[in-house]
């Protein structure tokens, strides 16, 4: 009788757990196609032992079977295979529709987790399907992009939780967005377009064993050491906090910033407003507004990040390693994140192998950028800068690595030679110096200014 007891006890605190929505629910029962539909592109979805299969055409745009219902908070799990290793597809989450885009077939857009099987291995990553384009490439977390086993299933989890969207690949934690656009939307499998391209015509994506958690939620915690991008402006997240990581910029004050070779912040120049530190426009100048600003501390080693808007044909850039020492007129003194339109601005066009470009290290190396990775001009931008200990220094721009150098080395000292640098001694190689922001006299916008040591 004893044992009989336990065991209702424990089968009542099983039911209980089930009916309390503790448990995951198939979102799929493997056999019919019930609950979803197929939106956009052309390419054909059917059930097949036990799985959805997505089967790529040529000759249509990127095809989506999507869920009737719509999702809030949930936790999504489920194993995909994707033939090839030329292309590409992805799980979409809290998603939409235009039903006028797409010459009228629909345009589906939305966070989408990547399924990415080609070299660029960016599986588990996150992209804004059509549009903000890419939020989290595996540049930011180069340790995950082996996870992926080609031509074989693949275990997704993805948790998306109030603001934040994380995701695992066969168990291991990939990427982390903080974001507020949309609360809720669909989930989509996708089947990506692949032109008329032959060699992919054909091929198959499979998901299996899709199931959902929608209540009881509760939040796995990632390891330390994976880069964060929050999306929310100028906030830092308990999991940012613990890595370490300060606001330089507040959102509502100059604390912490000072004109450069000044005893204050400028009086002009500057504004500050609605979460941004603006400069002011002034007819495009170097330092004859405002002037530079920068940060009453100095740093050695480090993990920047900071947001950027342009307005057409703009000119600023972010110095780093600025002492301050060389007492000269113009803007000060150090090395340059380059913020730039390429485009409108003439600078573009100046240096050497347009080493003055957009996140360039300013006149002495070109910022290896492919075009499908900016975005417009007046919209968001998100630029990284990593100084390491050893002095190893990378620029990255909307999560893509775009160069990377050692300050000191020979190489970089035969740049500094032939660059408009050459005659200041030692050139970017002080142990430590302040953060500058640019007053080149057009209007940029900055917020999220974020940084830990190293």
Not at 44 to 57: Q, R
Not at 284 to 300: L, Q
Request: one cysteine or more; a positive charge.
């Amino acid at each position: 009788m004893l044992k009989l007891k336990k065991y209702s006890i424990l089968a009542l605190s099983l039911i209980s757990l089930s009916a309390a929505g503790q448990k995951s629910k198939p979102l799929f029962d493997g056999k019919t196609l019930t609950g979803w539909k197929a939106v956009a592109g052309a390419a054909p979805y059917k059930v097949e032992d036990g799985a959805i299969v997505g089967t790529m055409t040529k000759g249509t745009p990127n095809s989506f079977l999507i869920t009737e219902k719509e999702y809030g908070d949930f936790i999504l799990e489920l194993d995909v295979k994707l033939e090839g290793e030329t292309t590409n597809s992805g799980i979409q989450t809290r998603s939409h529709i235009k039903p006028e885009g797409n010459n009228g077939k629909g345009l589906v857009f939305g966070r989408q987790v990547e399924i990415d099987p080609t070299p660029r291995a960016w599986t588990g990553g996150i992209y804004d399907e059509a549009r903000r384009l890419w939020l989290y490439p595996l540049e930011l977390n180069q340790s995950a992009k082996s996870l992926y086993k080609k031509n074989e299933f693949n275990h997704y989890k993805i948790e998306c939780i109030g603001n934040e969207t994380k995701t695992w690949v066969n168990g291991k934690p990939v990427a982390y967005v903080i974001d507020t656009l949309d609360k809720s939307g669909f989930i989509g499998l996708q089947v990506h377009g692949i032109g008329n391209e032959l060699g992919n015509d054909g091929k198959k994506v499979y998901f299996k064993n899709i199931n959902i958690q929608t209540d009881g939620l509760k939040s796995k915690a990632f390891p330390k050491g994976i880069y964060t991008v929050n999306l929310t402006p100028n906030t830092l997240s308990a999991y940012e906090k613990s890595e370490g990581y300060k606001l330089l910029f507040d959102g509502k004050t100059n604390s912490g910033w000072i004109g450069a070779y000044k005893t204050a912040f400028p009086a002009k120049g500057w504004k500050i407003q609605d979460g941004i530190i603006s400069v002011e426009p002034s007819g495009g100048a170097e330092s004859t507004n405002g002037g530079d600003i920068v940060t009453k501390e100095e740093f050695a080693a480090f993990d920047m990040s900071f947001e950027f808007k342009l307005t057409p044909g703009a000119n600023s850039g972010v110095k780093y390693f600025v002492t301050l020492e060389e007492k000269n007129t113009g803007s000060a003194i150090g090395l340059e994140y380059q913020v730039l339109d390429d485009v409108l601005h003439p600078d573009a066009k100046l240096g050497r192998d347009g080493n003055r470009t957009l996140a360039s290290l300013y006149d002495l190396m070109t910022a290896k950028k492919e075009p499908r990775y900016l975005r417009p001009i007046s919209s968001w931008n998100n630029a990284r800068l990593i100084v390491y200990p050893n002095n190893k220094v990378e620029h990255y721009l909307n999560g893509v690595k775009v160069l990377e150098y050692v300050r000191g080395s020979e190489e970089f000292k035969k740049l500094v030679a032939i660059s408009k640098y050459k005659d200041w001694k030692n050139f970017g190689e002080a142990p430590k110096g302040h953060i500058l922001i640019q007053d080149h006299g057009n209007k940029v916008d900055f917020r999220t200014i974020k940084l830990k040591t190293l």
